[in-house]
């Protein structure tokens, strides 16, 4: 199949999948930054920026603010009556739903060079191999951090999903039709069927982003109900679109349209991609996993900051590759709740429903001390607000807001639950 065929039928595909628009909102407060609770496609819900290094004050992706120990001060909600025997007295521990993230990985020639300062991005056009043959290449180091940013995620809980699609995948512009490895349940086993399909790649040909981009939003949109959490792309490139360059403004648009679905998107950066900074820019700020302060030019290609770049000579890269892996696992430590099934034979009553947080593990004589209140006058992804919602169009998930949900996130004896039996407390 020539290159154009094979992206004009992504294109199609991506037509038909993202062809209407989907508004997403709950009592009069859209979820702005959040990732996808995972919800069918009659029922595209919203979730929570689960890092707090994105929109909302950080560097990688929607959440609370840099300082999670600094200025959060639920206090205890004034309350119509007491929380105790008679009211609150059932807690149920909370289940919190694992994020699913795609990364697409870019496996082009390029990525054989070394990173700087051993070999320069135009000593890499030039010259696309090894210019130092005892340093790592880009691809040696990358493929090393993936592996070792995947074995770090393992021993979350809950256990995050994970998946990979390479980009190209016949040493030309071709695009995959799907994942390499389906995105599943981090187990060993899984671990180790993502290692032999990296030790199975090499680097070789050309940069089809917008196909390998959509053919990823296809998978996770075509297949959602197989994910209950945060779903994400994480985009990982070297270079600019060498296969379709004239299709940028449509990307764009379905970047924009999968996250009002569910489906937000990382994106790094590598060395080499210094041209099309303001392209990738703009796909994490339309992935809503920016920087809140971030810009980029409209007509400077070099220029933008939205996205993990990588790209500063002066940096090591396998250290950069490091610690940006580190913010996107982060999304693995969900903030969404899902609200406990009731006793038998009863209902849940969405404005009987109240979260209850312990901090460190140690639980208040009294229950009040732990409650925290819903409250929908601030956005959720603002670090301001220090409370819950439900997800947008779906009361049976709660989503921790803002700096809560970095607070509980950074509390590893945080003690999480919920109530059915008494009046919600607002804010």
Not at 87 to 96: N, P
Not at 120 to 133: F, G, H, I, M, R
Not at 135 to 147: A, N, Q, R, Y
Not at 151 to 167: D, I
Request: with cysteine; hydrophobic share 35%.
């Amino acid at each position: 199949m020539s290159t154009r065929k094979s992206i004009a039928s992504v294109l199609v595909i991506a037509a038909a999948v993202f062809g209407v628009a989907v508004a997403c909102g709950n009592n009069g407060s859209d979820w702005q930054a959040g990732g996808g609770t995972g919800g069918g496609d009659d029922n595209p819900d919203g979730g929570q920026g689960a890092s707090g290094t994105g929109n909302g004050g950080g560097s990688a992706n929607g959440g609370g603010g840099s300082n999670p120990d600094e200025g959060f001060d639920i206090g205890k909600p004034e309350t119509d009556g007491e929380f105790g025997d008679k009211c609150g007295g059932d807690r149920l521990t909370a289940k919190f739903t694992p994020a699913s993230m795609l990364f697409a990985i870019d496996r082009t020639g390029s990525m054989k060079c070394n990173a700087p300062p051993h070999q320069s991005t135009e000593q890499c056009s030039n010259y696309p191999d090894k210019l130092v043959a005892s340093e790592p290449s880009k691809w040696e180091t990358t493929t090393k951090g993936m592996l070792a940013a995947w074995e770090n995620l393992k021993s979350f809980k809950p256990t995050p999903g994970v998946g990979v699609l390479f980009f190209n995948n016949n040493d030309l512009c071709g695009i995959p039709d799907g994942p390499a490895v389906l995105v599943k349940e981090l187990t060993t086993a899984h671990f180790n069927a993502l290692k032999a399909e990296v030790d199975k790649q090499n680097a070789k040909g050309e940069t089809p982003i917008i196909g390998a981009l959509m053919r990823s939003y296809n998978y996770f949109h075509e297949n959602a109900a197989d994910f209950e959490g945060n779903r994400f792309v994480v985009l990982l490139t070297d270079g600019s679109e060498t296969c379709d360059k004239d299709n940028k403004e449509f990307l764009l648009e379905k970047v924009e349209l999968a996250a009002a679905i569910g489906i937000r998107t990382f994106v790094m950066g590598v060395p080499g991609s210094e041209g099309e900074r303001s392209f990738l820019s703009q796909i994490a700020k339309l992935g809503e996993t920016a920087p809140e302060d971030c810009s980029f030019s409209a007509t400077d290609p070099t220029v933008g900051n939205c996205h993990m770049d990588m790209t500063d000579e002066s940096l090591t890269f396998a250290d950069e590759l490091s610690k940006n892996l580190e913010k996107i696992s982060l999304v693995a430590l969900s903030c969404v709740i899902d609200v406990p099934e009731p006793k038998s034979g009863e209902t849940v009553k969405p404005d009987m429903v109240n979260v209850i947080y312990w901090e460190g593990g140690v639980e208040s004589d009294d229950i009040a001390d732990g409650i925290v209140p819903q409250d929908y006058n601030t956005e959720c992804s603002d670090p301001k607000n220090q409370g819950w919602q439900y997800a947008p169009g779906d009361q049976s998930k709660i989503v921790l807001c803002g700096e809560l949900c970095e607070k509980v996130k950074n509390d590893n004896k945080a003690i999480v639950a919920v109530t059915l039996d008494c009046p919600t407390i607002v804010k």
